[in-house]
């Protein structure tokens, strides 16, 4: 077990170090830099005249090192990856380690909660259509299903935002708090204002994790409740109900467990339109925001971080993999 | 036949009369008048002097917190802290009068500050920080009330100023006694500072890029005494530079402050120089009236009331009324939804989009905002690439392409092709938005609807002038070839660059498309998002682009050098190639020529001649191909006063500029709790986020 | 467990297993079992109703421009609701439905400046199927005009009312189908076969080429998707064809996005590959090909119909997106992606809702391959 742990550690490194790379070659292949945003804003917020937005991008790039060869960029990242402040952004113009430390922990307990709540349910309920197969609850928990899994997101958050802003007319926009509640110790009603904020994200998210967990959920124990051993156990004289439970669900789990490599990435992902239509600081908006004005060493860094996410995912869920089903033996 | 019924049957529904003859070419023809749109404000225009002027008072008043700090010893007297003739707004211009203190302005911006030191190039967020921030030689923002007769920047840290007899030379007479915002005295050595140690000194690079070119070649600046300083011109009279010396780009710095960091004075280098005042540095001096005091990042920046302001009411109330300045750091797009919902409020809604929408919620008596809109200042442009010099791209399709817009026919074509009513309805249907053939604005006081050449919507004469340009659909698929001689007889393919980053823009890139197909073009849209755009436009790859455009149409003062290619880069479509030469056309060089008569011009007539002959010379050929104009919308919360009618989101500076905050309030009946520094000043600079509080 | 877990095996008396059921009634591809997956899939009405949807969308996507009432690439009224439908007209009721033309009038809204449209009721127009109306070409080779229905008036007939440009709405969105469709099966197919052989051959084979397979699945997962559709947009000249163009999208969205499906296949198959009947099939000397196709893919067949089903409107929705990058399915070319672009502002959801209608597309079309892949699921084993 802790050889195995220990031989997926070090396996994690050479692909990172690929990962980082390619990534990094990849940012940087956009046309545009962070000295072409600079320009952008003279011209637009400051209306400064072309010649002088051209000649501060120029001297951006050289005071920043712009023009340098890709790969020196790439190892003077390094370097400070390897110090652990991962570099300045250009952007908020403070470490990207500070940059991080505020907005990292936040965000991951929205996508926490999200995912739980997401699995719970999902799961909950893809158990009793299983159950029920073909009755109104199936149907029912199925439409709500495909609704999830079809609506667009971005329109999904749009919708909320219209109801809320314009039509009720709601006070908790923007933010993780309201500005007064920005300067208070934590206390319940800090609490409170942070879910005013932060509920519709985590209704969109979660919708859409429900509808996939239900519908995985569903079509595997489907699978499990045809196969001959369930029937065995029901002439055992098991109910049906703890038969679904204690035989049919643990099988059904597998695919799941396997999902869960990929899902804080999904997640992280999935919760960026709504938290840019919502105006949440969240990581997920930081990979947005840097991407489209070019603060390359902070997309870098998050591209890093998510990578460093889906790596540790995928060492759980095998580890999951192998608690739920004592026959899967690791690192053979 | 169907698709002609169909056709005919949506102009008269629309209300458009279909072009009459089958025309051989395009042909110029009235332009039908902007619709009339009840939901503009009314500006009222006065003259410099209705403002404000500058003056002592018998007496003077402040807050009551204010007060109670003065009298606790912590502050000096208010007589003490103004200057000897303060700035003082009249009440005539103020549309609710003389105002009550107190209240907040929470604006929501999507930029973050990198520090406070404008002066050597850092940014404060935008959004209105530093305008806030920045009280500058002359100002401009309040300029789109002011008569076109009278028209020049108001007087600002300058209250006066007289040209020598030759012109040459403008002596500028300062704001005496004024105090910055530490309490420090303001004088002509602030304003040298900043010209010798940061425009001057090549290694410093001021926001919004002010160099010594901004103001002339070859000017220089002395200064005579602690009030006065004098400046030195090469051509007689250039009095656009005024418009130059206002925000942007002549902003001093506090001397006492910037001067012991600048490497002149200091080891530091110039990088350290600029970092010298990082995000956490709060209490910032300043001139503007108010000041930063805290700054949560990626949160929130709050601004406090500066007690040195200079600038009072004509009852001596000294200014501003607000408290408090509050700043959420989110993002752009969010400042709208904020400013409906009533949790900001203020916003500059450019996206037509959202007008309907935004209308229906302020009808509700319980919505918390209204919607001001302006003259119609929001316009866009299909500008054609005209080098064929090698800037931009060079490949055989991209040099024939741009060697068909140097061609007038096919010019010509473009814009008798494009369905501009349609185009205006695709972004909002009603009255918002007004037929544009291009130039200048209607909305800019120098526009002359004589001078401005309009060719029609007529599909028949787009075709026939393509053909005019030497462009038959040879090979029968609908979508006209080169001559066999030129890029292998292929089809005629055009990329348009368009901003992926708005639905504006590309709603207007679907309609230059559509409209294409409909006259034997295609037309391939390039949509790029932010920098990338930006990065593609400034390396001239595109054949067209559809670009929202900037001061120099809205104002034609301002960044009047966009106007024409005077110089190697100042347009954003035709710019120099590789032998560092613009190859101006014959009608290029007659802009130019009229462009630099008009930098040089004095006389306000002359001017006003200058611009309609650039007028009629752009229109006629087609310089670009206009679009469509809109006026933009203030969202403002509804307990505001004193936010003048009219007020554009942008015209010579952006909204926070234009309505003059310092004198905006909010009636005691309204006032809100939203303060959250309440009773408190601004303390040393130097001190650490919300702490240096004067209380 | 009881030895039925290993039923249809049977263990003979020197200890071994052996297969009791006949190969080809189980997977050869013998008649008689197309023939039970048939018999017991006729009988689920949710399968058969997804089996017609999604027959009757191939068909649309196909001959979209027959069943287009009006052209979808003309301009008319901007912004218009719904052309009403009524069974009664003035002359009174009758059996063919009549529809009336938006028209709008000089009048403005006092709130939002928008021109007052409303219903021409003076005009009553018939629908009649068969209808001739814009040319075009059949399956992109025959000329024709005519068209399933419509009004014979020779006017644009607006079932789902009009876009920004006054374009039909129904008509582009079937118009539409083709590239959605077509984009979506294509990828969702490369997309299942890769993943799927990849998820199968790693957890069933395990060891060292597992932990290969799995550390280049991981640089898959790790690609940054934003970024590389940017770069891609940037890198892919913007005039070169809307083929070569989608043929690119569809090879890039595959290349991202099979790496979920092979590690969920491989989860399931590393289950399904230690279970005991399994490891009796390898006892009993069973190929690893026959094992895989008999053991361990039907068991995870319902896995990947369900990540099929999700993974369709995905697509859609990333290839809307990446028209929003520019870089996929552009204008004059019509697709839902592109569609659905124009409902991202706040009048489309106050004032113009039939906007939205690309969404009821997609929703349609998810819900048609869901009941299709329900019902095949049910049905693929039919013992």
């Known amino acids: 077990m802790l050889r195995y742990l220990a031989y997926r550690i070090l396996a994690a490194i050479p692909v990172l170090f690929v990962m980082t790379l390619i990534t990094f070659a990849i940012i940087h292949s956009t046309p545009g830099d962070y000295a072409d945003y600079v320009a952008q804003q003279l011209r637009v917020q400051g209306h400064a005249t072309n010649e002088a937005a051209l000649a501060a991008a120029q001297q951006f790039r050289i005071d920043h090192g712009l023009n340098d060869p890709l790969i020196i960029q790439y190892f003077r990242w390094m370097k400070d990856v390897l110090t652990g402040n991962f570099g300045t952004s250009y952007f908020f113009n403070r470490p990207i380690s500070e940059v991080l430390a505020q907005r990292l922990p936040p965000s991951l307990g929205l996508v926490i909660t999200v995912h739980v709540l997401g699995t719970i349910i999902g799961v909950s309920l893809g158990i009793i259509a299983a159950a029920r197969q073909y009755s109104w609850i199936d149907t029912l928990i199925s439409f709500v299903g495909f609704l999830g899994i079809t609506t667009p997101k971005f329109l999904f958050a749009l919708v909320l935002i219209y109801i809320l802003a314009f039509k009720v007319g709601v006070q908790e926009l923007g933010s993780f708090y309201s500005s007064y509640w920005s300067y208070q110790p934590m206390s319940f009603g800090k609490l409170w204002n942070l879910i005013l904020h932060v509920w519709p994200i985590i209704l969109v998210g979660v919708l859409n994790g429900i509808s996939y967990n239900m519908r995985m959920m569903r079509g595997n124990l489907l699978d499990t409740l045809n196969a001959q051993y369930v029937e065995t156990a029901r002439a055992k004289g098991l109910s049906y109900g703890a038969t679904v439970l204690k035989h049919a669900v643990p099988n059904a789990l597998h695919p799941l467990a396997a999902y869960q490599s990929a899902v804080m990435r999904y997640m992280i992902e999935g919760e960026i339109e709504t938290s840019v239509i919502f105006g949440i600081p969240t990581i997920g908006v930081a990979i947005v925001l840097s991407m489209g004005i070019g603060d390359v060493l902070v997309t870098a860094t998050l591209m890093l971080i998510l990578g460093l996410v889906q790596i540790v995912g995928g060492i759980v869920s095998d580890l999951l993999l192998a608690w739920l089903d004592p026959r899967v033996r690791l690192g053979e | 036949m169907k698709t002609i019924t169909g056709l005919m049957a949506a102009m008269l529904a629309l209300g458009v009369s279909a072009s009459t003859a089958l025309a051989d070419g395009a042909t110029a023809a009235q332009l039908p008048d902007p619709p009339k749109f009840d939901a503009q404000g009314k500006v009222t225009f006065v003259g410099v002097g209705d403002i404000l002027t500058y003056a002592a008072l018998p007496a003077y008043n402040e807050p009551e917190f204010v007060k109670a700090l003065e009298k606790a010893g912590k502050l000096p007297a208010l007589k003490d802290r103004l200057p000897k003739e303060p700035m003082v707004y009249k009440t005539g211009n103020m549309k609710d009068g003389i105002g009550v203190y107190g209240d907040v302005m929470r604006h929501v911006i999507g930029g973050r500050p990198e520090g406070w030191n404008y002066w050597a190039g850092q940014s404060q967020g935008w959004g209105g920080i530093d305008i806030g921030l920045s009280e500058c030689l002359t100002r401009t923002g309040p300029l789109f009330q002011v008569k076109a007769e009278e028209l020049q920047p108001l007087p600002n840290l300058a209250k006066g100023w007289d040209w020598s007899a030759d012109g040459h030379q403008l002596t500028m007479h300062l704001i005496e006694g004024a105090k910055w915002s530490d309490g420090e005295p303001f004088s002509a050595d602030d304003v040298m500072f ?502 | 467990m009881s030895a039925d877990l290993l039923a249809p095996y049977v263990k003979t008396e020197d200890g071994t297993y052996v297969d009791v059921a006949p190969l080809s009634a189980r997977f050869a591809g013998g008649d008689s079992y197309i023939v039970l997956v048939w018999r017991k899939f006729r009988h689920s009405v949710m399968g058969m109703i997804g089996l017609t949807l999604v027959t009757l969308l191939l068909l649309v996507a196909l001959f979209a421009d027959f069943f287009a009432p009006s052209d979808p690439r003309e301009p008319t009224l901007a912004f218009a609701p719904p052309d009403p439908i009524s069974f009664i007209s003035k002359n009174g009721f009758s059996l063919r439905p009549q529809t009336y033309a938006i028209v709008e009038g000089d009048q403005l809204d006092p709130v939002t400046f928008q021109p007052l449209n409303g219903p021409d009721y003076e005009h009553p127009r018939p629908i009649k199927f068969l209808v001739p109306g814009y040319a075009y070409r059949l399956l992109g080779i025959i000329p024709a005009s005519l068209h399933l229905f419509g009004t014979d008036d020779g006017k644009p007939f607006h079932v789902l009312g009009t876009d920004k440009f006054g374009r039909d709405i129904f008509s582009r969105g079937l118009i539409g189908a083709r590239i959605s469709l077509g984009l979506a099966l294509i990828a969702v197919s490369f997309i299942t076969i890769v993943g799927t052989l990849v998820g199968l051959s790693s957890g069933y084979l395990g060891g060292r080429y597992d932990a290969w397979v799995q550390r280049v699945v991981d640089i898959f997962f790790a690609l940054p998707q934003l970024p590389l559709y940017l770069s891609l947009a940037a890198v892919i000249p913007v005039t070169a064809p809307s083929e070569v163009f989608l043929a690119i999208v569809v090879v890039v969205i595959a290349a991202l996005n099979w790496a979920q499906l092979s590690r969920e296949v491989r989860g399931k198959t590393l289950a399904l590959a230690r279970i005991e009947y399994v490891r009796a099939a390898q006892a009993v000397g069973a190929t690893d090909m026959r094992i895989i196709l008999r053991h361990i893919l039907p068991n995870v067949v319902s896995h990947i119909i369900v990540s099929i089903t999700t993974w369709i409107p995905q697509i859609v929705l990333i290839e809307s997106f990446l028209g929003f990058l520019g870089f996929a399915v552009k204008p004059p070319l019509i697709s839902w992606g592109m569609m659905l672009q124009d409902c991202g502002n706040f009048s489309v959801l106050g004032s113009y809702p039939w906007i939205l209608s690309p969404v009821g597309f997609v929703l349609l079309t998810v819900f048609a391959f869901n009941a299709l892949g329900d019902g095949l699921r049910d049905a693929i084993d039919p013992y």
């Not at chain 2, 000043?681 to 986020?689: F, I, M």
Request: overall charge negative; glycine content about 8%; some cysteine.
């Open chain 2, 194 to 695: 900043y010209w010798e140690k940061n425009v001057l000194d090549t290694n410093v690079h001021p926001l919004n890029g002010a160099n010594p070119g901004t103001f002339g070649e070859g000017t220089t600046l002395e200064k005579v005494d602690a009030n006065t300083v004098k400046w030195t011109f090469k051509n007689a009279f250039p009095t656009q530079v005024l418009y130059a010396m206002a925000y942007g780009t002549f902003c001093p710095g506090p001397a006492h402050i910037l001067a012991p960091q600048h490497p002149a004075n200091s080891k530091n280098t110039y990088d350290q120089f600029k970092n010298a005042f990082p995000p956490s540095y709060m209490d910032m001096p300043t001139m503007g009236a108010w000041v930063v005091v805290d700054h949560k990042p990626d949160n929130i920046v709050v601004l406090r009331r500066n007690p040195y302001y200079w600038k009072v009411d004509e009852k001596g109330n000294q200014l501003p009324y607000l408290n408090e300045m509050q700043y959420r750091l989110s993002t752009w797009a969010d400042r709208d939804v904020q400013a409906v919902a009533g949790t900001g409020d203020f916003s500059n809604l450019e996206q037509a989009e959202n007008y309907v929408e935004s209308l229906k919620k302020s009808a509700d008596p319980a919505a918390p905002a209204r919607l001001e809109f302006g003259q119609r200042t929001i316009g866009y442009a299909l500008e054609f690439n005209y080098s064929a010099n090698g800037w931009g791209d060079t490949d055989d399709r991209s040099v024939a392409v741009h060697n068909l817009n140097r061609d007038l026919h096919f010019r010509k074509a473009v814009t008798s092709m494009l369905d501009r009513q349609r185009l205006g309805e695709s972004l909002v249907k009603g009255p918002f938005t007004a037929i544009y053939p291009g130039g200048i604005y209607p909305g800019t006081s120098f526009y002359d609807k004589a001078s401005t050449v309009y060719y029609p919507y007529s599909v028949d004469a787009a075709k026939a002038e393509l053909a005019a340009a030497g462009l038959k659909d040879s090979d029968g698929d609908g979508v006209v070839n080169f001559p066999k001689d030129v890029n292998g007889g292929k089809n005629v393919e055009i990329t348009v660059l368009g901003n992926a980053d708005y639905q504006s823009d590309k709603s207007l890139v679907e309609g230059v498309i559509a409209m294409g197909e409909k006259a034997g073009l295609k037309v391939i849209p390039k949509l790029l998002s932010g920098k990338d755009h930006d990065a593609a436009r400034d390396a001239g790859k595109f054949d067209w682009q559809v670009l929202r455009q900037g001061s120099e149409v809205i104002t034609a003062v301002q960044d009047t050098g966009h106007l024409a290619p005077i110089g190697p880069n100042t347009t954003y479509f035709h710019q120099a190639g590789t032998d560092g030469k613009v190859d101006v056309m014959d009608f290029e060089q007659k802009l130019v020529d009229t462009v630099n008569k008009f930098i040089g011009a004095k006389d306000a007539k002359d001017r006003i001649e200058l611009m309609k002959e650039y007028q009629k010379i752009a229109t006629e050929n087609v310089y670009t191909a206009g679009l469509t104009v809109y006026p933009g919308a203030l969202i403002i919360n509804k307990r505001f006063a004193n936010v003048a009618p009219g007020a554009p989101i942008f015209m010579y500076n952006w909204a926070e500029d234009n309505i003059i905050r310092e004198r905006v309030f909010v009636p005691a009946d309204k006032q809100s709790k939203n303060e959250l520094f309440p009773d408190t000043l601004p303390g040393k600079p130097g001190s650490a986020p919300g702490e240096g509080l004067l209380k």
